[in-house]
């Protein structure tokens, strides 16, 4: 504590002196103000690619740009669709839309975003990427994105800094209007408004001889949109020796080979309700020309409404029979089991949530003398994400339909082709609801940074910048679940309960964009999981001896039927971390061999306190209440953690350039930088999944522990670059980039830990081993169940009306867990990779193009024929970008193609790859007068679809759909 009341005396220290010596200076100077000159301000396509392509001539790192007119011309929803144009970024989309960003093959959590030099809360809970979906792209002036390390800029980003830029009102003086409006046209939606409105707006004015200020902005978005997708929760892997050989294997997987079984097959039809909002008021004073103070608040809100229905074929998975591919990684072409799972689920579900930002930032700009300028900046900034429904941030609610004798699916094609053989049609008296889960999810994390820059300026070639910097980050993350685990019959409603509820459905000619899309004929039944979860709860409320009487199996949530979330937060998961920061760093321009050069060189010194505060549950007994899923029943106590870490580091950066010619510009850098893990790794609770699954003898049970003394991931970084500069917006760049990463985030496990010595296992008891010797070790969980519940009906923790077995303390041995942890590995790996870009401007024709791609390669690459444990990382992929565009006579036409290679996705023992995906884009628009633009604008204009797999193409994880996107509307600029 001494240490940190000593490190926080300087900061307080140099900002009362020196906002005192600011105030003080005013007086002094007010008589000393310089006319402002008028700037003519040239915009459009071919103006704003020049401005970008000046601010990467000048930096001294490597350094790219957007404009706000580059920003508005690119026919995209957010800031990451429009970083995707830039050469080495990549982003990662949710329902159809940029969300985060990748760089140089490093994820989100390895960025860091900024907005005007502040590091940016997040509201992911368990991470730190930053989310743009929650951003609107109209009120921001550019983009920076910093892919050397420097000094001045705070660390986090190992991949990139991303500082994204806003409009003041000084730097642009007079005043300023635009207005835009748009309708959106989603072609993915099926129950949304064929069109939903867009409209932002922003007025800048200055007063009192532009020594004043005020700028005000705001976006109202509404978007709806859909998806059609399928997707397979788990792969199972078993040795190829251990599929049963019974004769109903083709190409049966042997010895040496590594086997992957299908958990459950689902098609999903959602649909997406979503209300974004942003909002940002900046005043600027200038008393005198050398102080210049900032007030600005930013505020940013995003409401989203899913709905969903879909049908869904359990596995065992037992490995039945099956047509198989050709070894060492063996998947399942055609998959079949019979008699095995009896039921056909079907389900519906609501999310909902609402993310909230808001930034107060004040900042104070000083030119002390002509040699030193100070400056000062403060920010205290919130980001957190809250439940938006009665049914919590997310729910599901399940029926069924009993009676299923056989189920095969073809994985032969891109989206699997199932076929279900019943003892009779469906029908909607058949359906019964089974179980639920509806969850709540809270995250809040606060910034409050404070810190003092300053650059002293020797002569003209030599200065030096310094900087001390202050920051508290606090985040939180909590969660609750009310699970009815009622899945089997016989725990379901009566016959004919829900009847009226049922709206018969086909999933025919639903996927006709993915190959074997017409094969998928299958009919359901769609539902409202509100009305169903209405109809439950009344159905308990029955008599137990009415006919439709549903015993109640969780009496939990806020309205105690089971049937909604819990919304008390508990404790949660508390985060702290408190960082103070110094910089130093010199400039220097020369002249060496008649050429230019640049030397920027510096230090920075961060030293970091982390503090985890969690709670974990603690579980009372253990019940098989369904056929596939032994739960294990919370207690309602909880058990208190709190655990400490520290780490300080040294980062050194240098960075050389020399106009080789007065169009030819060479760059090198070396910078090292940190990237701190999720804090998902960090907070030190202990959490199990709450589902234990035995199969064929096989017991599976996870928990996980977080490690605050986790080190930041450091990385070496070297880059180098060539850079002619040919024309007024023109240029080629060939750039060389090598990162040597050490204290990768990876899994530490411990085998057959026994967490909680009184959590009974009825698996792991006599009663079960009985039924084993006489079923044999491949009898399915229903036969055993009903094996004991036949034999040993009298037994402790045997309930036949229930149709329950609990684990019994003294009979039944304690379950036994593999717990996961977060470790620092010892590897480094290495990340190379070339990055190559043309700008080209048709000089006095209009027409231009814009052309670059990224090649990227490392040794942290996941081995697909192993299941050991291993690193690798995530996003590493390569891309490419092509960009046409038209500009004159007040026209402006743009066509933008973006590809991207296929990516590993993250897994320790058992991979996920993302395929590789392409996209067009378009927009066009015209000046009817010098003020007023029409446009319009189309997004992923040829349908594209997505897919993601496991160790092998054919073991799909997620396969969808959503569709084209079109926008039209008109902008007024005064």
């Avoid at 998961?573 to 130093?584: H, L, M, P």
């Avoid at 209440?625 to 580091?649: C, H, M, Q, R, W």
Wanted: charged letters at 20%.
């Amino acid at each position: 504590m001494q240490q940190k009341a000593f490190n926080k005396n300087p900061m307080a220290t140099a900002v009362t002196v020196a906002v005192g010596m600011a105030i003080s200076s005013m007086a002094i100077q007010a008589q000393e103000q310089q006319p402002v000159l008028e700037e003519v301000v040239v915009t459009g396509i071919k103006a704003s690619l020049k401005r970008a392509m000046d601010t990467k001539r000048d930096s001294a790192g490597v350094v790219d740009a957007i404009t706000a007119e580059d920003i508005g011309a690119f026919p995209d929803t957010n800031l990451a669709e429009s970083l995707q144009r830039i050469t080495g970024v990549a982003i990662e989309r949710t329902r159809g839309e940029g969300s985060t960003v990748t760089v140089r093959g490093f994820g989100a959590d390895f960025n860091l975003v900024t907005l005007n030099g502040r590091q940016m809360p997040t509201h992911s809970g368990g991470g730190r990427s930053f989310d743009f979906g929650d951003l609107a792209s109209e009120s921001v002036s550019g983009v920076e994105i910093y892919k050397t390390g420097q000094a001045s800029v705070p660390t986090g980003g190992i991949g990139a800094t991303i500082n994204i830029k806003t409009a003041k009102p000084l730097d642009d003086p007079g005043l300023k209007v635009a207005f835009s409006t748009k309708a959106v046209h989603d072609l993915s939606t099926a129950e949304g408004d064929d069109y939903t409105p867009e409209i932002s707006g922003l007025i800048s004015q200055t007063f009192f001889d532009d020594t004043i200020g005020v700028a005000l902005s705001g976006s109202f978005q509404e978007r709806n949109n859909g998806q059609a997708g399928a997707f397979n929760t788990q792969w199972f892997e078993r040795p190829g020796q251990a599929i049963a050989d019974n004769g109903q294997q083709t190409n049966k997987p042997g010895e040496g080979d590594l086997a992957a079984l299908p958990q459950q097959v689902v098609y999903q039809l959602d649909e997406w309700e979503r209300t974004r909002i942003n909002g940002q008021l900046t005043l600027q004073w200038r008393p005198v020309e050398s102080v210049t103070a900032t007030l600005d608040y930013t505020v940013a809100e995003l409401e989203l409404d899913h709905r969903y229905n879909n049908m869904s074929i359990w596995f065992s998975p037992t490995g039945q029979s099956a047509t198989w591919t050709d070894g060492p990684i063996v998947s399942p072409l055609v998959y079949t089991e019979t008699f095995n799972q009896p039921d056909t689920p079907m389900g519906a579900g609501v999310d909902a949530s609402k993310n909230e930002r808001s930034s107060l930032g004040f900042n104070l700009q000083w030119d002390v003398t002509d040699r030193l300028t100070l400056e000062l900046d403060h920010h205290d900034s919130k980001a957190e994400r809250n439940p938006n429904s009665p049914y919590g941030s997310s729910a599901n609610l399940s029926i069924a339909a009993f009676g299923r004798e056989g189920a095969t699916v073809d994985f032969s094609q891109e989206i699997p082709v199932t076929t279900i053989t019943r003892n009779d049609p469906l029908s909607p008296d058949d359906m019964q609801i089974t179980g639920s889960v509806f969850s709540n999810s809270w995250a809040e994390m606060n910034i409050e940074q404070t810190r003092l820059n300053g650059t002293f300026e020797f002569n003209e070639s030599l200065s030096i910048d310094f900087g001390v910097s202050q920051s508290d980050l606090d985040n939180f993350e909590a969660g609750s679940i009310v699970q009815r685990n009622s899945w089997g019959q016989n725990q379901a409603s009566a016959f004919g309960a829900i009847a009226d509820l049922m709206v018969p459905a086909s999933l025919e000619g639903i996927y006709k964009q993915l190959s074997g899309g017409n094969a998928v004929t299958n009919n359901f039944f769609m539902f409202d999981m509100a009305a169903v979860a209405e109809r439950g709860a009344f159905l308990q409320s029955l008599p137990s001896t009415d006919t439709y009487y549903l015993p109640t199996a969780l009496a939990g949530g806020d309205c105690g039927t089971g049937f909604c979330a819990d919304s008390n937060k508990g404790f949660g998961n508390q985060f702290r971390e408190e960082t103070q920061s110094y910089f130093v760093q010199v400039n220097y321009d020369g002249v060496m061999f008649d050429r230019d050069f640049s030397v920027r060189a510096g230090v920075r010194y961060e030293e970091t306190d982390v503090t985890s505060s969690a709670e974990s549950q603690d579980y009372v007994r253990i019940e098989w209440a369904s056929t596939n899923e032994f739960s294990a029943v919370p207690s309602g106590d909880t058990i208190p953690s709190a655990l400490t870490g520290k780490y300080d580091y040294t980062l050194p950066s240098i960075d050389f350039s020399i106009d080789v010619t007065e169009d030819i510009k060479f760059r090198a850098s070396y910078s090292e930088t940190i990237a701190r893990s999720p804090f998902s790794n960090l907070v030190g609770n202990l959490s199990i999944g709450t589902v234990l699954r035995v199969v064929e003898g096989q017991h599976t049970a996870d928990g996980f522990r977080g490690n605050p003394g986790l080190l930041p991931h450091e990385a070496e970084n070297w880059d180098f670059s060539l850079e002619y500069y040919y024309g007024d917006s023109s240029y080629v760049s060939v750039g060389y980039f090598d990162k040597s990463v050490e204290n990768f985030v990876t899994a530490g496990e411990q085998e057959d830990v026994v967490l909680f010595p009184n959590l009974a296992h009825p698996a792991l008891g006599p009663l079960y081993s009985a039924a084993i010797d006489a079923l044999g070790v491949t009898a399915s969980n229903a036969d055993i169940r009903d094996y004991i519940f036949t034999n040993f009906p009298n037994e402790p923790g045997v309930d036949v009306a229930a149709q329950t077995i609990t684990g019994v303390v003294g009979r039944d041995d304690p379950a036994y867990f593999d717990v996961d942890t977060s470790l620092n590995s010892a590897e480094i790996a290495e990340i190379d990779g070339w990055e190559i870009a043309w700008q080209h401007d048709f000089a006095d024709t209009g027409f231009g193009f814009i052309a670059n791609a990224t090649f990227a390669d490392g040794t942290a690459v996941f081995n697909r024929l192993s299941n050991d444990p291993q690193f690798a990382l995530p996003g590493l992929s390569d891309t490419r970008n092509f960009i046409a565009y038209y500009d004159k006579y007040g026209i402006q036409v743009r066509v933008a193609y973006n590809w991207r290679d296929e990516f590993f996705t993250g897994g320790v023992t058992q991979p996920g790859y993302q395929e590789e995906y392409e996209q067009w884009d378009a927009n066009a628009s015209y000046e009817l007068t010098d003020s007023f633009t029409v446009f319009v604008e189309g997004i992923n204009l040829t349908n594209e679809t997505f897919r993601s797999f496991g160790r092998s193409s054919y073991q799909i994880y997620n396969v969808g759909q959503s569709g084209a996107r079109y926008q039209f509307g008109f902008r007024y600029v005064y």
